[in-house]
């Protein structure tokens, strides 16, 4: 006769079913996401605590990115790994500068980043980082000519290793790294970026704004 051994428990079950609904998807999933595979009732934040330490001293750890949760390679081994990769076309300076001050300035405008680099932001410059997935229309101001707000993404934290905005490194650290140049002013503050829903002084996009380029 096979012995099958002892039957799991529920939460057993939960668990296994959460890591590997999370195992399988290329992006960070947020709780509201993983639910339906566990359904109704289920601790999900004390289940992907338990994920969460069991996977700490491994070589893969469950990290959160976002509002999202996501296994990702264990940061004290990422170099050993290296991803096969398509070859893309290096961020310019310029693309570089703008993420930076969207990443610490959202929700802000076109101008309002022109302002901040002291030059204008290239045709495509904008489009490029909502391709590359880390820059997404937030809003509109609720100033003269209804500008376009953009901010970050989940990608973006994703890509750069994040759990939240908060963990942004400082100005000295941006410069060291190249994120931002001598050129901007000297005065330049790091502001704490607005990581939410619209503010006070955004409306929504208008339904015929997926489709406009960025301005």
Do not use: C
């Amino acid at each position: 006769m096979h012995d099958d051994g002892p039957p799991i428990s529920v939460r057993e079950r939960q668990l296994r079913i959460v890591e590997a609904v999370l195992f399988s998807s290329p992006e960070p999933l947020s709780l509201s996401e993983i639910l339906p595979y566990v359904g109704e009732g289920a601790d999900l934040p004390s289940l992907i605590e338990d994920l969460r330490n069991q996977y700490a001293p491994r070589g893969i750890n469950l990290v959160r990115r976002g509002d999202g949760w996501a296994f990702r390679t264990a940061e004290d081994l990422g170099f050993l790994l290296r991803r096969q990769e398509e070859e893309t076309r290096p961020l310019s300076r310029a693309a570089l500068e703008t993420l930076a001050i969207i990443a610490y300035h959202q929700p802000t405008t076109r101008a309002e980043i022109e302002e901040v680099r002291g030059v204008a932001v290239g045709k495509g410059t904008l489009d490029l980082l909502m391709e590359a997935g880390w820059v997404r229309m937030r809003g509109r101001r609720r100033t003269p000519g209804r500008p376009v707000t953009y901010g970050t993404t989940d990608g973006f934290l994703d890509h750069f290793s994040l759990e939240s905005l908060t963990d942004l490194p400082g100005l000295d650290e941006l410069k060291g790294a190249g994120l931002l140049s001598s050129r901007l002013p000297a005065s330049l503050q790091i502001p704490l970026p607005f990581d939410g829903d619209l503010r006070e002084d955004e409306d929504p996009l208008d339904p015929d704004d997926a489709g406009v380029d960025a301005e």
